[in-house]
């Protein structure tokens, strides 16, 4: 990952992916960019809200390749912007179903 200066961006077309998985599908958006761009900008660019317009976008946490960064983050060619949601359920909620789903079982044998 590695962080657009000013005079990499100036007068410099970027291409970047947008990428938001829902609960029941994903969506990749590629956008050709000019200027500085951050990576607020690029989401609200994307216009995501159409195909999931449950979602809040504009207080979404972002993250470019894993690495989660604040909004106003300067994009750089072929960077991957991930529009994160919260988790459904936290891990510890995980292991109690899958513990009492295997107990179930042992109790069936």
Do not use: C, W
Not at 5 to 26: M, P
Not at 33 to 49: C, F, K
Not at 74 to 93: G, H, K, N, S, W
């Amino acid at each position: 990952m590695k962080k657009s200066t000013q005079l990499e961006t100036d007068d410099k077309h970027i291409s970047v992916e947008i990428v938001f998985a829902g609960e029941s599908k994903q969506k990749i958006v590629q956008l050709e960019l000019s200027g500085q761009v951050t990576a607020r900008q690029a989401v609200n660019q994307a216009s995501l809200s159409n195909d999931f317009p449950e979602f809040d976008f504009a207080s979404a946490p972002l993250g470019i390749f894993g690495t989660k960064v604040p909004d106003n983050y300067l994009l750089a060619d072929q960077d991957r912007v991930e529009i994160y949601r919260p988790l459904q359920q936290t891990p510890q909620e995980t292991r109690r179903q899958r513990v009492k789903i295997a107990r179930k079982r042992t109790d069936q044998k």
